[in-house]
C-alpha cells in the first residue's frame, strides 16, 4: 500500500510541476542623470518597450544631478542582484570608478547618452553629440551673417555631451567662416542657471545675434532673459522634447531645436540579447536628425499627440490582455486541482479496497502467529523454570563447594603463614611463600564474600547494629592504607569533621565496604594520583564518599557495576565482580544506598548514604578486622629478590600484567637464565627488541597490547624473529590454541602450570634452535645460504622464512664486501638495519657463531675453495677473501683446518 501512495504523490509532483512552470524574469535597472523632458520620454519608451516581454521587470531611478545619489543607485542595483544595469552617467570622473567596479564583479552593463572614462561597459548607445554640435553651426549660419555675435551656453561642466557639442559647434563655424563665438558660460543644463549666466552675458553683449543652448531648457530661459532686456536674437536648443522644446519652437519662443534622439525600447532591447546570449552591437551610435524650426514643429507636435493616444490604448489593452491571462491561469489550475483530486480519490478508493483484502489475509496470519507464540510462550515458561533451578542448583553447588573449601584452606594458610616466618628458609624460598601467602588470604577474602552474598540472597544475612564513632573508626580504618599511598606516591586525603559521629551500624560489614570501595580506588588510580575520602552527618544520614582521578568508568559500564559478578574490564579483570554487589547488599540491610558517579579519564566518585540510627548501648570501639597487612596482600607486591645476571646463561623475558606471575616465574627460572620482565605487550616488543632474548615466556591476556597481538609483532620484526616465544595462558580451548600458532607461538603452558613442564619446554624449544644452528653450520662448506626446508620443530614457517632472507642477505652483502679488510660488525650491522648488540645476537642465536668468528669461518671456507680450484698465489687468495698479511691468513687457516695453505697445495700437487 505505502508503495502505491508513492507513487500517487510522485505523479502528482510531476502535474504540479509541469503546471506551475514559470519563465525566468529579468530585473533590469536604468539610473538616469537627471530628470528632464527628454528623460522622461526615453522613460516611457523605456516602459513601453517592457510592455511586450513579460519576463521583464525594469526599475528607474534619477539622481536629480547628483553624483553621490547615482553612485548610491547604482550600487543598490548591483547589491539587490538586479541581472542588467543601464546608466547615464552625470559627470564622467565621478561615476566611472562605480560602474568600472559592477562591471568587473560580472554584472553586464549599458551606458547610454553619457560616455565614461574608459571601456568599462557591455554596451554602449548614444547619439553622435559632435554631429549635433555642427549641425546646429551650419544651421546657425543660415540665421546669421559671417559678422554674427554668438553666445554658447553649456552644460554640466565635465559631462561629456556638453564637451562634444561645444566641439562640434566650433568646428561647425570654423567650416562656416563665421565670426565665433564671443562669450560662453555654463548652465548646467538646468533653466535656473542658463537664465543667471545669460542674464550677466547680455550685459556685456547686448548686441549679439544669435545664443546657442545645449538643451531646451536652457534655450528657454536665455529667450526669456533676453525678452527682458528687450532684445531678440536668435535662439537654438537641442533636445526636441514635445513638452517642452518643440512647443517653444510652435510658440516662436526660440527658433529651432535639435531633435537629441531617445531610443529607449533600443536599450531594453539590446539588454535582453545581452541576457539571452544572442548577438548584439558594443557601440550603437543614434543618427542625428534635422532641425525642429516654425516650418515643421506643428506636424511633429501633432504626430507626438497622436503617439501618446496610441501608446494609450497600448496600455489598456494589454491590461485586457493580462486580465483574461490571469483568468486563464485561474482556470487551468483549478482543472488542474480537480484532475489531481480525480486521481487522489480514484487511488484512495483503491488503497481502502486492497487494505480491506489485505487485512483479512493479516487476520488469518495473525491468528496463527498467535498460536505459534502461545506455544513458545509455554516452552519458554518451562525452559526459565528449568533454567532457575538449575541456577538454584548451581548456587548451592557453588555454597557448599565454597564451605569445602573453607577447611583445606584453613590447613594450607596456616603452615604457609608458618614457612613465611621461618629464618631458615633461602630468598627464593622466602619470595616463593610470600606471593602463596598473599594468595591465600586472597581466595579467603572471596570465599567469605560468596558466602555472605548467598546469605543475602537467601535473607539469613544479620545486622548487628552498635553505637559506634564512626570519625573515629573511619580515621583508624584509613590508616591501614597509608603505607601502599607512600609506597605509589599517592596523596591519600581523609576529610573529617572534628565532631563526634556516633551512631547505630554493623561495624564489621560497613568495614568491609570501605575496604573494598578504597582497595578499587587504590587499583585504578595511577602512581602520583589523588584519593580522597569524606564524611559528614547532616539531615539525619551519614555520608561518607571514596573519590579519585583514575581511569574512571564509562557511562555503560557505571549502570551496570552494582550487579553480581559484572566486570568493567572482561579481558583483563582486576576482581571477582562480587565485591561492589555484596557492598550495596550491606548497605541495603543498613537501609541505605550506595552511588557512582564517573567520567572516563578524569576519575570516579562512590557516595554511601546511610540513616542514622541509634541503639540503647553507649558508643564502643570495635577492633578493626582489616589491618596493613591485608591491604597489602590486595594491593601490593611480593618484594622482589636481586637477581644476578650470567653472562653464560640463557637470557628469558617474561612479560604478564600480573606481577605475582612475573615474580612466581622469575623465581622458578632465575637458576638457569638471565631474567628480564615487562609487564604489558607494549613494552615486551620493546624489550625484545632492545636486548634479543634467547626465549620469551608471554601471557596471552593483558592490557595495551595482547599476548597473540605481541607474538605476531616480534614474529615479523626481522631482529627477534628467531626468538622462540611459549605462551603462557588460563585458556584451553583448542579455537584459542590454533589463534597463538597463527601468530607465530612455538609452544604453550595452560596454567596453572607445573614449574617442571615450563622447565621442560623453555629447554626444548631452546635445544631445538640449537641443533637449527648446527644444521645450518654443518651444511656451510661455502658462502651459502641456509636452506629454507630445514625448519625446526615447534618453528612457525613465517618465522623461518623471515630468518632464511635475513641470513641470505647478510651473505649476499659480505660475499660482495669480502675482499674488504677493514669490513667491521658495525658496518654489516647497519646494512642489515640492526644495532651492533641486535645484530650480534641475531647471529649468534641463528648461527652459534660470533660476528667475528662467522666472517672469519666463511673467509677461510672461500680461501680453502680458491686453493683447490685455482692456480692463484697464497698471497693473492689472502687478499681477495680480506685478510690483511699472508701470514696472518696462513696463521688463521693453520688453526681451522690443522695444515697450512702451502701444505695443501702440496698435497694436492702429488
Same mark, same amino acid.
Request: hydrophobic fraction near 40%; charge should be negative.
Given at each position: 500500500?505505502?508503495?502505491?501512495?508513492?507513487?500517487?504523490?510522485?505523479?502528482?509532483?510531476?502535474?504540479?510541476?509541469?503546471?506551475?512552470?514559470?519563465?525566468?524574469?529579468?530585473?533590469?535597472?536604468?539610473?538616469?542623470?537627471?530628470?528632464?523632458?527628454?528623460?522622461?520620454?526615453?522613460?516611457?519608451?523605456?516602459?513601453?518597450?517592457?510592455?511586450?516581454?513579460?519576463?521583464?521587470?525594469?526599475?528607474?531611478?534619477?539622481?536629480?544631478?547628483?553624483?553621490?545619489?547615482?553612485?548610491?543607485?547604482?550600487?543598490?542595483?548591483?547589491?539587490?542582484?538586479?541581472?542588467?544595469?543601464?546608466?547615464?552617467?552625470?559627470?564622467?570622473?565621478?561615476?566611472?570608478?562605480?560602474?568600472?567596479?559592477?562591471?568587473?564583479?560580472?554584472?553586464?552593463?549599458?551606458?547610454?547618452?553619457?560616455?565614461?572614462?574608459?571601456?568599462?561597459?557591455?554596451?554602449?548607445?548614444?547619439?553622435?553629440?559632435?554631429?549635433?554640435?555642427?549641425? #546646429?553651426?551650419?544651421?546657425?549660419?543660415?540665421?546669421?551673417?559671417?559678422?554674427?555675435?554668438?553666445?554658447?551656453?553649456?552644460?554640466?561642466?565635465?559631462?561629456?555631451?556638453?564637451?562634444?557639442? /561645444?566641439?562640434?559647434?566650433?568646428?561647425?563655424?570654423?567650416?562656416?567662416?563665421?565670426?565665433?563665438?564671443? #562669450?560662453?558660460?555654463?548652465?548646467?543644463?538646468?533653466?535656473?542657471?542658463?537664465?543667471?549666466?545669460?542674464?550677466?552675458?547680455?550685459?556685456?553683449?547686448?548686441?549679439?545675434?544669435? $545664443?546657442?543652448?545645449?538643451?531646451?531648457?536652457?534655450?528657454?530661459?536665455?529667450?526669456?532673459?533676453?525678452?527682458?532686456?528687450?532684445?531678440?536674437?536668435?535662439?537654438?536648443?537641442?533636445?526636441?522634447?514635445?513638452?517642452?522644446?518643440?512647443?517653444?519652437? $510652435?510658440?516662436?519662443?526660440?527658433?529651432?531645436?535639435?531633435?537629441?534622439?531617445?531610443?529607449?525600447?533600443?536599450?531594453?532591447?539590446?539588454?535582453?540579447?545581452?541576457?539571452?546570449?544572442?548577438?548584439?552591437?558594443?557601440?550603437?551610435?543614434?543618427?542625428?536628425?534635422?532641425?525642429?524650426?516654425?516650418?515643421?514643429?506643428?506636424?511633429?507636435?501633432?504626430?507626438?499627440?497622436?503617439?501618446?493616444?496610441?501608446?494609450?490604448?497600448?496600455?489598456?489593452?494589454?491590461?485586457?490582455?493580462? =486580465?483574461?491571462?490571469?483568468?486563464?491561469?485561474?482556470?487551468?489550475?483549478?482543472?488542474?486541482?480537480?484532475?489531481?483530486?480525480?486521481?487522489?480519490?480514484?487511488?484512495?478508493?483503491?488503497?481502502?479496497?486492497?487494505?480491506?483484502?489485505?487485512?483479512?489475509?493479516?487476520?488469518?496470519? @495473525?491468528?496463527?502467529?498467535?498460536?505459534?507464540?502461545?506455544?513458545?510462550?509455554?516452552?519458554?515458561?518451562?525452559?526459565?523454570?528449568?533454567?532457575?533451578?538449575?541456577?538454584?542448583?548451581?548456587?548451592?553447588?557453588?555454597?557448599?563447594?565454597?564451605?569445602?573449601?573453607?577447611?583445606?584452606?584453613?590447613?594450607?594458610?596456616?603452615?604457609?603463614?608458618?614457612?613465611?616466618?621461618?629464618?631458615?628458609?633461602?630468598?627464593?624460598? /622466602?619470595?616463593?611463600?610470600?606471593?602463596?601467602?598473599?594468595?591465600?588470604?586472597?581466595?579467603?577474602?572471596?570465599?567469605?564474600?560468596?558466602?555472605?552474598?548467598?546469605?543475602?540472597?537467601?535473607?539469613?544475612? =544479620?545486622?548487628?547494629?552498635?553505637?559506634?564513632?564512626?570519625?573515629?573508626?573511619?580515621?583508624?580504618?584509613?590508616?591501614?592504607?597509608?603505607?601502599?599511598?607512600?609506597?605509589?606516591?599517592?596523596?591519600?586525603?581523609?576529610?573529617?569533621?572534628?565532631?563526634?559521629?556516633?551512631?547505630?551500624?554493623? #561495624?564489621?560489614?560497613?568495614?568491609?565496604?570501605?575496604?573494598?570501595?578504597?582497595?578499587?580506588?587504590?587499583?585504578?588510580?595511577?602512581?602520583?594520583?589523588?584519593?580522597?575520602?569524606?564524611?559528614?552527618?547532616?539531615?539525619?544520614?551519614?555520608?561518607?564518599? $571514596?573519590?579519585?582521578?583514575?581511569?574512571?568508568?564509562?557511562?555503560?559500564?557505571?549502570?551496570?557495576?552494582?550487579?553480581?559478578?559484572?566486570?568493567?574490564?572482561?579481558?583483563?579483570?582486576?576482581?571477582?565482580?562480587?565485591?561492589?554487589?555484596?557492598?550495596?547488599?550491606?548497605?541495603?540491610?543498613?537501609?541505605?544506598?550506595?552511588?557512582?558517579?564517573?567520567?572516563?579519564?578524569?576519575?570516579?566518585?562512590?557516595?554511601?548514604?546511610?540513616?542514622?540510627?541509634?541503639?540503647?548501648?553507649?558508643?564502643?570501639?570495635?577492633?578493626?578486622?582489616?589491618?596493613?597487612?591485608?591491604?597489602?596482600?590486595?594491593?601490593?607486591?611480593?618484594?622482589?629478590?636481586?637477581?644476578? /645476571?650470567?653472562?653464560?646463561?640463557?637470557?628469558?623475558?617474561?612479560?604478564?600484567?600480573?606481577?605475582?606471575?612475573?615474580?612466581?616465574?622469575?623465581?622458578?627460572?632465575? =637458576?638457569?637464565?638471565?631474567?628480564?620482565?615487562?609487564?604489558?605487550?607494549?613494552?615486551? $616488543?620493546?624489550?625484545?627488541?632492545?636486548?634479543?632474548?634467547?626465549?620469551?615466556?608471554?601471557?596471552?591476556?593483558?592490557?595495551?597490547?595482547?599476548?597473540?597481538?605481541?607474538?605476531?609483532?616480534?614474529?615479523?620484526?626481522?631482529?627477534?624473529?628467531?626468538?622462540?616465544?611459549?605462551? @603462557?595462558?588460563?585458556?584451553?580451548?583448542?579455537?584459542?590454541?590454533?589463534?597463538?600458532?597463527?601468530?607465530?607461538?612455538?609452544?604453550?603452558?595452560?596454567?596453572?602450570?607445573?614449574?617442571?613442564?615450563?622447565?621442560?619446554?623453555?629447554?626444548?624449544?631452546?635445544?631445538?634452535?640449537?641443533?637449527?644452528?648446527?644444521?645450518?653450520?654443518?651444511?656451510?662448506?661455502?658462502?651459502?645460504?641456509?636452506?629454507?626446508?630445514?625448519?625446526?620443530?615447534?618453528?612457525?614457517?613465517?618465522?623461518?622464512?623471515?630468518?632464511?632472507?635475513?641470513?641470505?642477505?647478510?651473505?649476499?652483502?659480505?660475499?660482495?664486501?669480502?675482499?674488504?679488510?677493514?669490513?667491521?660488525?658495525?658496518?654489516?650491522?647497519?646494512?642489515?638495519?640492526?644495532?651492533?648488540?641486535?645484530?650480534?645476537?641475531?647471529?649468534?642465536?641463528?648461527?652459534?657463531?660470533?660476528?667475528?668468528?662467522?666472517?672469519?669461518?666463511?673467509?677461510?671456507?672461500?680461501?680453502?675453495?680458491?686453493?683447490?680450484?685455482?692456480?692463484?698465489?697464497?698471497?693473492?687468495?689472502?687478499?681477495?677473501?680480506?685478510?690483511?698479511?699472508?701470514?696472518?691468513?696462513?696463521?688463521?687457516?693453520?688453526?681451522?683446518?690443522?695444515?697450512?695453505?702451502?701444505?695443501?697445495?702440496?698435497?694436492?700437487?702429488?
Amino acid at each position: 500500500m505505502r508503495k502505491y501512495l508513492v507513487w500517487m504523490v510522485l505523479a502528482m509532483l510531476t502535474v504540479a510541476v509541469a503546471a506551475c512552470h514559470e519563465e525566468k524574469v529579468y530585473k533590469i535597472g536604468v539610473s538616469q542623470c537627471s530628470q528632464d523632458d527628454w528623460r522622461m520620454k526615453m522613460n516611457d519608451e523605456i516602459n513601453r518597450e517592457v510592455m511586450f516581454h513579460e519576463n521583464v521587470v525594469v526599475e528607474i531611478r534619477s539622481a536629480d544631478d547628483s553624483n553621490q545619489k547615482q553612485i548610491d543607485d547604482i550600487r543598490y542595483f548591483a547589491d539587490n542582484s538586479f541581472d542588467i544595469i543601464i546608466a547615464a552617467p552625470l559627470v564622467a570622473d565621478a561615476i566611472t570608478p562605480v560602474i568600472k567596479e559592477v562591471y568587473e564583479s560580472g554584472i553586464p552593463v549599458i551606458v547610454f547618452d553619457r560616455n565614461i572614462n574608459g571601456d568599462y561597459f557591455t554596451a554602449f548607445q548614444g547619439a553622435d553629440n559632435k554631429a549635433i554640435g555642427k549641425a #546646429a553651426a551650419h544651421y546657425a549660419r543660415h540665421l546669421v551673417n559671417d559678422k554674427a555675435k554668438i553666445i554658447e551656453i553649456r552644460g554640466l561642466k565635465g559631462s561629456t555631451p556638453a564637451t562634444s557639442r /561645444h566641439d562640434g559647434f566650433v568646428e561647425g563655424l570654423e567650416e562656416s567662416g563665421s565670426a565665433g563665438i564671443v #562669450a560662453e558660460a555654463y548652465g548646467d543644463w538646468n533653466y535656473d542657471d542658463a537664465s543667471r549666466v545669460a542674464d550677466s552675458l547680455f550685459r556685456l553683449h547686448p548686441d549679439v545675434d544669435l $545664443v546657442y543652448a545645449h538643451n531646451d531648457r536652457m534655450a528657454i530661459g536665455v529667450s526669456e532673459v533676453a525678452a527682458r532686456h528687450g532684445i531678440r536674437p536668435r535662439i537654438i536648443g537641442i533636445d526636441a522634447a514635445p513638452e517642452i522644446g518643440i512647443r517653444a519652437v $510652435v510658440d516662436s519662443v526660440i527658433d529651432a531645436t535639435f531633435l537629441y534622439p531617445t531610443e529607449g525600447h533600443r536599450l531594453i532591447r539590446t539588454a535582453l540579447a545581452i541576457l539571452d546570449g544572442k548577438p548584439y552591437d558594443r557601440v550603437t551610435s543614434l543618427p542625428v536628425a534635422s532641425p525642429v524650426d516654425a516650418t515643421n514643429a506643428d506636424i511633429v507636435l501633432l504626430q507626438n499627440e497622436s503617439l501618446k493616444e496610441e501608446t494609450g490604448k497600448i496600455k489598456l489593452l494589454k491590461s485586457q490582455v493580462d =486580465d483574461y491571462w490571469s483568468k486563464h491561469s485561474a482556470q487551468t489550475s483549478l482543472f488542474y486541482a480537480a484532475g489531481v483530486i480525480l486521481l487522489l480519490l480514484f487511488g484512495w478508493i483503491f488503497l481502502l479496497l486492497r487494505s480491506f483484502w489485505l487485512n483479512r489475509a493479516h487476520q488469518r496470519q @495473525l491468528v496463527e502467529q498467535n498460536r505459534l507464540l502461545e506455544d513458545q510462550r509455554d516452552m519458554q515458561k518451562s525452559l526459565n523454570e528449568q533454567l532457575r533451578v538449575a541456577t538454584q542448583s548451581k548456587l548451592v553447588f557453588f555454597t557448599n563447594v565454597s564451605h569445602d573449601l573453607r577447611t583445606p584452606l584453613t590447613l594450607i594458610a596456616e603452615p604457609v603463614e608458618q614457612m613465611v616466618n621461618a629464618p631458615n628458609l633461602t630468598p627464593q624460598q /622466602h619470595s616463593l611463600m610470600q606471593i602463596a601467602n598473599k594468595n591465600v588470604k586472597i581466595l579467603h577474602r572471596l570465599i567469605n564474600q560468596i558466602l555472605d552474598f548467598r546469605k543475602y540472597e537467601n535473607g539469613k544475612l =544479620d545486622v548487628n547494629l552498635a553505637e559506634v564513632d564512626f570519625s573515629k573508626m573511619m580515621t583508624e580504618w584509613s590508616e591501614s592504607f597509608r603505607s601502599m599511598a607512600r609506597k605509589h606516591d599517592i596523596r591519600f586525603i581523609v576529610d573529617m569533621p572534628e565532631e563526634e559521629m556516633v551512631l547505630a551500624i554493623d #561495624a564489621e560489614k560497613i568495614e568491609r565496604v570501605f575496604f573494598n570501595l578504597v582497595s578499587n580506588a587504590f587499583k585504578h588510580t595511577p602512581d602520583n594520583g589523588t584519593i580522597r575520602v569524606s564524611s559528614s552527618i547532616r539531615d539525619g544520614e551519614l555520608t561518607f564518599s $571514596v573519590a579519585d582521578n583514575g581511569h574512571g568508568i564509562s557511562k555503560e559500564d557505571l549502570d551496570r557495576i552494582f550487579e553480581r559478578f559484572y566486570q568493567v574490564d572482561k579481558i583483563h579483570p582486576k576482581g571477582s565482580g562480587i565485591g561492589l554487589s555484596l557492598a550495596k547488599a550491606f548497605i541495603e540491610l543498613h537501609g541505605g544506598t550506595i552511588s557512582a558517579e564517573s567520567e572516563l579519564g578524569k576519575g570516579s566518585v562512590f557516595t554511601v548514604r546511610i540513616p542514622v540510627r541509634h541503639v540503647e548501648a553507649s558508643a564502643v570501639t570495635p577492633c578493626p578486622l582489616i589491618n596493613e597487612n591485608d591491604v597489602s596482600a590486595e594491593l601490593g607486591a611480593v618484594d622482589s629478590v636481586e637477581i644476578v /645476571h650470567d653472562s653464560e646463561k640463557p637470557l628469558l623475558l617474561i612479560i604478564d600484567d600480573n606481577r605475582d606471575i612475573l615474580r612466581l616465574v622469575g623465581e622458578l627460572m632465575k =637458576d638457569d637464565y638471565n631474567i628480564i620482565t615487562a609487564s604489558d605487550g607494549k613494552e615486551g $616488543v620493546r624489550l625484545a627488541t632492545k636486548y634479543v632474548p634467547d626465549i620469551i615466556i608471554c601471557d596471552v591476556m593483558m592490557p595495551v597490547l595482547d599476548g597473540l597481538e605481541c607474538c605476531r609483532i616480534i614474529k615479523e620484526e626481522i631482529s627477534t624473529s628467531h626468538i622462540p616465544v611459549l605462551m @603462557l595462558t588460563a585458556c584451553s580451548m583448542d579455537e584459542q590454541r590454533v589463534e597463538g600458532y597463527d601468530s607465530g607461538a612455538d609452544a604453550y603452558v595452560a596454567k596453572p602450570f607445573s614449574s617442571a613442564v615450563l622447565k621442560a619446554r623453555c629447554k626444548s624449544l631452546i635445544a631445538n634452535r640449537k641443533r637449527i644452528k648446527e644444521i645450518w653450520h654443518s651444511g656451510q662448506e661455502a658462502p651459502v645460504a641456509p636452506k629454507p626446508s630445514l625448519p625446526a620443530p615447534g618453528v612457525t614457517g613465517a618465522s623461518n622464512d623471515i630468518d632464511n632472507e635475513f641470513y641470505n642477505r647478510f651473505i649476499e652483502f659480505f660475499t660482495t664486501e669480502m675482499g674488504n679488510p677493514d669490513l667491521s660488525v658495525d658496518t654489516i650491522a647497519s646494512e642489515m638495519g640492526l644495532g651492533r648488540s641486535q645484530f650480534y645476537r641475531k647471529i649468534k642465536a641463528l648461527t652459534n657463531y660470533s660476528p667475528v668468528e662467522l666472517f672469519r669461518s666463511l673467509r677461510l671456507k672461500q680461501a680453502r675453495a680458491l686453493l683447490t680450484g685455482t692456480d692463484k698465489s697464497i698471497s693473492e687468495i689472502a687478499y681477495e677473501v680480506g685478510f690483511s698479511t699472508p701470514a696472518y691468513f696462513t696463521k688463521c687457516y693453520r688453526d681451522a683446518f690443522g695444515e697450512t695453505p702451502s701444505e695443501l697445495r702440496d698435497k694436492l700437487s702429488r
